[in-house]
């Protein structure tokens, strides 16, 4: 351990010992304040107030005829006072020089911002008043930050996974709220300019601070020190404004199955609309753009939160989707609402009930009879007020509290528009919908409840459907299929007058094991139940004869809904969020598929356009870009959290919740290697770039480094990097693999030498030129622009710099994923936004050459592939990037 001393000496000369060096670096402080500040006076004595010393004519002083430097400066800097607003600094202006790690000064050992007597570049515990010295030369006072509770990556685990979802995304967004209106506002701030106040120890405002040689950022009030390479003469000549690439959902992988109805149709095109997170999915089976037995892919991005339900009008061309509510990235609600758009246009064309519905939207259904001209809505309330609205101009007609139990579907007759009927929890409600056509809010809705008499009442009443004769068929839960009839009602049914007409029960036939999902009338009148339990899907004839049936193989799950296609095809939806294709005398075959619960690991192939994703749902699935196709999938058969493809791309690393790491053949799927390092879950794993250490990042503060064999399959224990005094988030590889970067939950910035016995870096100044051959680290020089104001230091989740060097993607916390230029080495820099997911985007990754971006949903499961447009060819970025023009960061595009 640092530090330690021999084996005679004791605790108090080990206190003796660190008083004096602390004293020493002391001394050293003073001596270059001193220096430093007579230097800034001299140099004010010889400027002339109105002009320059260029514009006067007399030549800049060098390096050769300037008094000597102060001790421990440069000989390379050049000391010029600096003004911004009300902060005055000294700033070091790095002059021309060859890059390298000789450049730099070095620096003294210990500080106030270094964890453990260690020296960081992030907030780290505290251990004295003393600033950190830095590199000689720097003159910078700063207030010894306090440690505060810092979040958990990955820890959604320790959470019911039923509460999660929203309430973090909306915690977070409430609370990033006030702090954006407090960093955004001069008034509320009580007049502080940005720049002159780092802010408290509880401020989540991020604050930078120039200072030459290096750049200082604020977190939570810690602050974070990051040296500018020496090749940098000035942050002015970095590239401004958003990048020329830009980006093009191109695939979804995945389909909301597991906790959703009304989500899978065919519409007139034949395309299969269904939805998954805020998009609406037109896909079209076989051919198109992704080849043979891959389909082609449109898609509906207008929602701003994730889509519940769905209804196609009669015509098969306009679509209502129904979202929830949610908040966004300022902790504004965001209302549910009732989107109807054009999908062949995929324009959207009205926008209903916008400030009318609560929670959300659960059930929809367009009228029949007259051409779609009536929309029924069912919202999430605690009422679940039930609402009939005018298509064509969003306006209410009617509305009623519907029941307190759960609504699950909702439909028109198709032979009366006056006849509503509802299903859920222990209810079938037959409604009657009177007057109020063209007149908003004067139509009035009635109520009959479905009698079930000497029949079971089942719990739950998930789908029914109508029947050409009038009669209408129900699911339920306990797998029977009831017809119910038109019938004069008893008139010596208590609160029922004589002679009315209501529905009563006429038939019951046992279909199916366990509950009854889904039903589904066909073209030539005979009727399919899809079986929960029992994975069946059945076809009955008239009488409730059965006819024929499928089983659906278990690893697809129950049949959620069910859609007739193209002649005798049939579309499946699954509780596993996958969607079949196929028939009942075929058997079905998937054409999509995706995760079922949380996401968190994402690699990509090196040379294939490949990727691999795991998650909460302990599922590794290795997925082909180009097929838009699940390659294989294994059951881990615990959480994983990160993966990172061997080099040669024969064996994946994968680290799972429990400590535990595994290197899989990735042709044979074979576990070939079984490691345990700790007990907690590891964050990341990452391989050198030439294939020869495995580094793997955990939650217990260490970094596991490995020798892997040439294959990969072969690995040992090479050492650990201590050190960081939180978990450990993301780590890169330099480009000779030498040395690692590394990131932790208390917002550190390490530097490793792994060649040299896994030995932290001290001197971080020496670092500063030093290239990785790859760039997820969160924090850095190179990166520190991607940070909001505001931010809290957890809400960007993952960060990845593209192969050619030109754009960095950024996953955060708000649903959104954001391209930014490389270098992003300006505060605030302006980037492209894009939305899509409904829940916090937990990575990014570029393929190997750089053609696409593939982004992970948290809870959304969703995985989306992104189309990189405008990317100029291959290769590293040119030393000046093409300017272009500077948006201010209020004005970043959402496309």
């Not at 989707?321 to 989107?339: E, I």
Request: hydrophobic share 30%; proline share 7%; with cysteine.
């Amino acid at each position: 351990m640092d530090g330690a001393g021999g084996p005679g000496e004791g605790p108090a000369q080990e206190v003796l010992r660190s008083l004096s060096q602390r004293l020493q670096v002391q001394e050293k402080e003073m001596e270059l304040v001193k220096a430093a500040l007579a230097e800034a006076l001299r140099l004010l004595r010889l400027q002339a107030p109105p002009t320059s010393l260029q514009d006067a004519g007399i030549p800049a002083p060098t390096r050769d005829s300037s008094p000597a430097a102060p001790p421990g400066l440069p000989p390379t800097c050049s000391p010029s006072l600096v003004s911004r607003g009300t902060q005055t600094e000294v700033q070091m202006e790095p002059s021309p020089g060859p890059p390298g790690l000789s450049n730099g000064p070095p620096a003294p050992q210990g500080g106030s911002e270094e964890p453990s007597g260690t020296q960081s570049e992030g907030g780290g515990s505290s251990s004295s008043g003393t600033g950190s010295p830095g590199p000689p030369g720097i003159l910078r006072l700063v207030q010894p930050p306090q440690r505060a509770d810092t979040p958990r990556r990955n820890s959604s685990s320790s959470s019911s996974p039923s509460e999660r979802p929203r309430q973090k995304l909306s915690r977070k967004a409430a609370s990033s709220a006030n702090l954006l209106l407090r960093s955004g506002s001069t008034e509320s701030r009580g007049g502080k300019d940005p720049l002159s106040s780092p802010g408290g120890p509880g401020s989540r405002r991020s604050n930078y601070n120039l200072e030459g040689i290096s750049v200082k950022m604020f977190l939570r009030g810690r602050p974070i020190t990051m040296y500018i390479p020496s090749g940098i003469r000035s942050l002015e000549e970095l590239p401004s404004g958003p990048p020329p690439e830009t980006l093009s959902l191109d695939w979804v992988y995945g389909y909301r199955g597991r906790d959703s109805r009304s989500n899978l149709f065919v519409l007139r095109s034949g395309e299969v609309v269904y939805f998954i997170a805020c998009v609406v999915v037109l896909y079209r089976p076989g051919g198109g753009p992704g080849g043979p037995g891959g389909g082609g892919q449109r898609h509906y991005r207008g929602h701003t939160d994730c889509v519940r339900c769905l209804a196609v009008h009669p015509d098969g061309v306009r679509v209502a989707s129904g979202q929830t509510a949610g908040v966004d990235k300022d902790g504004k609600p965001l209302q549910p609402v009732v989107h109807v758009w054009d999908s062949e246009t995929l324009l959207k064309l009205q926008e209903i009930g916008l400030g009318a519905f609560e929670r959300g939207v659960g059930a929809l259904a367009f009228s029949v009879v007259d051409q779609g001209a009536f929309l029924c809505v069912v919202d999430d309330s605690n009422e679940h007020m039930l609402s009939v609205w005018d298509c064509s101009r969003g306006t209410k007609l009617a509305e009623i509290k519907s029941t307190n139990d759960s609504v699950l579907a909702v439909g028109f007759s198709p032979r009366d528009s006056s006849c509503i009927v509802t299903s859920g929890k222990s209810h079938v409600h037959f409604w009657n919908w009177s007057g109020g056509v063209g007149v908003p809010g004067n139509g009035t809705l009635t109520r009959k409840q479905g009698v079930f008499g000497k029949y079971k009442k089942p719990k739950f009443i998930p789908c029914f459907v109508f029947l050409p004769d009038g009669d209408i068929l129900t699911g339920d839960s306990e797998g029977n299929i009831l017809t119910w009839g038109r019938s004069l009602s008893d008139s010596r049914t208590p609160g029922r007058g004589g002679a009315k007409e209501t529905y009563g029960i006429v038939a019951q036939a046992h279909a199916h094991e366990g509950s009854i999902f889904a039903l589904c009338l066909r073209r030539d009148g005979t009727v399919l139940s899809g079986g929960g339990r029992d994975r069946r899907l059945v076809q009955w004839g008239p009488g409730l004869v059965a006819l024929q049936e499928a089983e659906i193989p278990e690893h697809f799950g129950a049949v959620r809904a069910i859609a007739e296609g193209l002649g005798s095809e049939l579309l499946v939806g699954t509780t596993k969020n996958a969607l079949l294709r196929g028939d009942l005398a075929q058997g079905f075959s998937p054409v999509i598929q995706g995760h079922t619960d949380e996401l968190w690991g994402l690699c990509t192939h090196p040379f294939q356009n490949r990727f691999l994703t795991c998650g909460h749902d302990r599922q590794l699935c290795l997925w082909d870009g180009e097929g838009h196709a699940l390659a294989w999938s294994i059951d881990l058969k615990e959480t994983g959290l990160c993966a990172d493809f061997h080099p040669s791309g024969a064996v994946v690393a994968v680290g799972l919740n429990t400590g535990r790491w595994l290197v899989l053949d990735t042709e044979t799927r074979e576990i070939v290697s079984d490691v345990t390092d700790g007990n907690e879950q590891l964050s990341v794993v990452r391989y050198s770039p030439d294939g020869l250490y495995l580094a793997i990042g955990s939650h217990d503060n260490m970094i596991y480094i490995y020798s892997v064999s040439s294959d990969g399959a072969k690995s040992s224990r090479f050492g650990r990097c201590v050190g960081h005094s939180s978990f450990i988030t993301h780590l890169d590889w330099s480009k000779d693999g030498n040395f690692i970067m590394s990131n932790s939950g208390d917002y550190e910035i390490l530097y490793w030498d792994v060649a040299g016995g896994c030995k932290l870096l001290r001197n971080r100044y020496e670092s500063r030129d030093r290239e990785w051959a790859t760039y997820t680290c969160v924090l850095g020089f190179h990166v520190y622009g991607v940070w909001p104001d505001g931010s809290d230091g957890t809400d960007i989740n993952s960060l990845c710099r593209s192969h050619n060097e030109r754009v960095v993607a950024v996953a955060d916390d708000f649903c959104k994923v954001h391209l930014f230029q490389y270098p992003c080495a300006r505060a605030k820099a302006p980037s492209l936004v894009y939305g899509g997911h409904g829940s916090h985007v937990t990575s990014v990754r570029f393929t190997h050459d750089d053609s696409h971006l593939v982004s992970l949903g948290g809870k959304d499961a969703s995985i989306f592939q992104w189309r990189v447009l405008g990317a100029g060819g291959a290769g590293p970025a040119p030393a000046t990037p093409s300017r272009t023009p500077s948006l201010s960061p209020a004005s970043s595009l959402d496309v």
